[in-house]
């Protein structure tokens, strides 16, 4: 018997042999299993790596197939109600912004100029603006009369220029029928006539007529109501945009109002009557960045050089 | 490697995982079968101490695995009980299901006895006697109980792996 055949009638033995004695190694020298786990659970990872994506996919795929046969009722009772949360949002934002809006104009007519504290002052709403004028929801019977002055906090917007019961007309700066005595806030610049009026055309602009060739007006200079005018003096009327001058003893001015009165919803009438001895201080007013100043100076001028053309 | 040892490598794993993976499903008032065990004995009465002993190699490793002990804990109990039921098994008359199942409680109780003692060893303060009688023994019933079931579920399935291996293209 050769050493081939002996290992192959002991074969079995040998194996129990070896395997006995490397598990007694193993035992003493307490290895742990730990490696082996973590080297087997990595390959058992890697190996179903693909089958779980590929389980997940299907699984989104079949759900997405029973939803798109089997729930479109569900989807478009959903879409149904989502239009409606929208519709409703959008309806919630308007009313929150008309109701910001009305805030803003509250906030901005309580913020009125010092000057105007001290006037009688009516407050109105704007019902509809045609040609120019603005029909206006106070009347004779609110103490409203023709010639009152109608402004806002930015500037003159008109005069009344009718009155019944219930409503007056204001004409503004846009209509025809609208003068209003105005100088130049640089230089206390009038001109021959005192007025400034619409230009009747459809530039929305108005015209200060009869200015000395002399006189040194300026594109940009701020025109303010007048002494002479049935307004507080000092008040903006609008900015000299273009001088003519006609080779006569006369120039002109085009004048772009400050108040555009077709985005009013809200006027005030001043009720008082101009009391001259006050005009002095109102006559010291004067504007920065359209705003009112008044400088309460003791102002040493004449009644008579101030109400001077 | 045909496919008669594919099978066996599929069937030593998975009664392996059910072993220690789904210890539940088998337990009966805190007692569980050792279906490696049972695997082991399998192999040595009906193919020889080898594949016995390297069942066990297989089903050791993975026990030693699962329950996170030093590695040839379970392995060497299992070689051992299979070398020594490989090698009885040409001595014996195992036809009867009565005999199969009295040599799995043998190998049972054996196969408990060398786990207890290695961890006598490793652990002195261990109460062996008392170990073996409340845990191995009621195992090694248990284990009896269920040697026919399990016999006759692998002889079914290498029968078939055995036609299939016979009938083979390579043969």
């Known amino acids: ?309 | 490697m045909n496919i008669n040892h594919i099978i066996w490598i599929i069937i030593v794993l998975i009664l392996s995982v059910l072993q220690t993976g789904w210890p539940d499903i088998l337990r009966i008032q805190g007692v569980t079968p050792d279906l490696g065990l049972i695997m082991v004995i399998y192999f040595a009465l009906f193919y020889g101490e080898e594949r016995a002993m390297f069942t066990g190699l297989f089903a050791g490793i993975y026990q030693d695995i699962a329950s996170n002990t030093a590695l040839g804990h379970h392995i060497l109990c299992l070689v051992i009980t299979g070398f020594i039921f490989g090698k009885l098994s040409g001595r014996l008359i195992s036809e009867h299901p009565a005999i199969k199942s009295a040599l799995v409680f043998g190998g049972a109780v054996l196969h408990g006895i060398l786990f207890n003692i290695i961890v006598y060893l490793q652990d002195p303060y261990t109460n062996l006697i008392y170990v073996i009688f409340i845990n191995t023994v009621p195992s090694a019933f248990y284990s009896a109980l269920m040697t026919p079931f399990v016999f006759w579920l692998l002889q079914q399935i290498f029968r078939f792996t055995d036609f299939f291996s016979a009938y083979s293209p390579g043969k």
């Not at chain 1, 806002?152 to 220029?161: D, L, N």
Request: hydrophobic share 40%; with cysteine.
């Open chain 1, 1 to 309: 018997m050769n050493t081939l055949d002996t290992s192959k009638a002991y074969r079995s033995t040998i194996i129990f042999v070896v395997i006995c004695l490397l598990c007694i190694i193993s035992l003493l020298r307490e290895t742990p299993s730990t490696p082996i786990r973590n080297f087997l659970k990595q390959g058992i990872y890697l190996t179903t790596h693909p089958l779980i994506s590929i389980k997940a996919q299907t699984g989104k795929f079949l759900d997405y197939v029973v939803a798109v046969f089997f729930e479109t009722d569900y989807l478009k009772n959903e879409n149904q109600t989502l239009k409606e949360d929208i519709l409703r949002l959008r309806l919630a934002l308007i009313e929150k912004g008309e109701r910001n809006y009305q805030l803003e104009k509250k906030l901005k007519m309580a913020t009125l100029p010092e000057e105007w504290k001290s006037l009688k002052l009516l407050q109105a709403n704007v019902l509809e603006t045609y040609q120019g004028a603005l029909r206006i929801d106070r009347g004779s019977r609110d103490g409203v009369s023709v010639s009152q002055p109608v402004v806002v906090p930015e500037g003159v917007v008109g005069i009344i220029i009718e009155t019944s019961l219930f409503s007056s007309v204001v004409a503004t700066l846009h209509h025809r029928e609208c003068r209003i005595g105005a100088m130049i806030q640089r230089e206390r610049l009038r001109p021959y006539d005192g007025v400034i009026y619409p230009s009747g055309d459809l530039r929305k602009i108005c015209t200060m007529n009869y200015i000395d060739i002399y006189d040194k007006v300026r594109v940009g200079d701020y025109v303010v109501t007048s002494s002479e005018s049935t307004f507080p003096p000092g008040l903006p009327i609008g900015i000299i945009q273009a001088i003519h001058e006609s080779g006569t003893l006369w120039k002109s001015a085009d004048i772009t109002p400050i108040v555009d009165p077709y985005k009013l919803d809200c006027v005030f009438i001043i009720l008082d009557k101009i009391d001259p001895l006050n005009i002095a201080d109102f006559d010291n007013a004067h504007i920065s960045e359209g705003k009112i100043y008044n400088e309460k100076t003791e102002s040493q001028t004449p009644i008579q050089e101030l109400l001077a053309p």
